[in-house]
T-cell receptor, first 117, second 114 residues
């Protein structure tokens, strides 16, 4: 149980285009999901906290207009990278926190590798 | 504010040897502490976590960690390394409530020598 999926697993796009990444909790509901980005050989940096039915909370330095987050249901959050540029190329990982489960547990998706040409 | 420091970006041990990955944390509130493992091009897998209670926590794949409040440490150990343990390991801290954000350390790459 407690599986989180991401789609697509990898994407290559041209500079200036927008890319949508989906994060789904497959066998549990999550009021809260998190989006991270990871550059090569670096740690995960939290980008934003996504709450179902409300606006996402962005970490300092993350452009909310560039990284659009929508959490429309208890099992789906999406991250849209708008007007992508090569510096946005990264590994994007989401996680989901099951409703009612104590202990700050987060289950992580397998990640989406974005390459912007 | 919370933070995590992992000492050593790269640790190399021989197969069968003890694995010790160091983690120190800073937190103004009682923390939740985690160790995650990441294999290349994959997401993170939870190895173990400390929330409350017993300070020695056992996780998957033979790993364990001990919460030492006086030393603000949560070092990860395994008595005997296997080749399959080669991966990136992240220590992380969170506030002690559900759905709190997790702050990750910089990671330690573990290599296993035959």
């Amino acid at each position: 149980g407690a599986v989180v999926s991401q789609h697509p697993s990898w994407v290559i796009c041209k500079s200036g285009t927008s890319v949508k990444i989906e994060c789904r909790s497959l066998d549990f509901q999550a009021t809260t999901m998190f989006w991270y980005r990871q550059f090569p050989k670096q740690s995960l940096m939290l980008m934003a906290t996504s709450n179902e039915g409300s606006k996402a909370t962005y970490e300092q330095g993350v452009e909310k207009d560039k990284f659009l987050i929508n959490h429309a249901s208890l099992t789906l959050s999406t991250l849209t990278v708008t007007s992508a540029h090569p510096e946005d190329s990264s590994f994007y990982i989401c996680s989901a926190s099951p409703i009612g489960l104590a202990g700050a547990v987060q289950y992580f998706g397998p990640g989406t590798r974005l390459t912007v040409l | 504010a919370q933070s995590v420091t992992q000492l050593g970006s790269h640790v190399s041990v021989s197969e069968g040897a003890l694995v010790l990955l160091r983690c120190n944390y800073s937190s103004s509130v009682p923390p939740y502490l985690f160790w995650y493992v990441q294999y290349p091009n994959q997401g993170l897998q939870l190895l173990l976590k400390y929330t409350t209670g017993a300070t020695l926590v056992k996780g998957i794949n033979g790993f364990e960690a001990e919460f030492k409040k006086s030393e603000t440490s949560f070092h990860l150990t395994k008595p005997s390394a296997h080749m399959s343990d080669a991966a990136e390991y992240f220590c992380a801290v969170s506030e002690n409530s559900s759905a709190s954000k997790i702050i990750f350390g910089s990671g330690t790459r573990l290599s296993i020598r035959p």
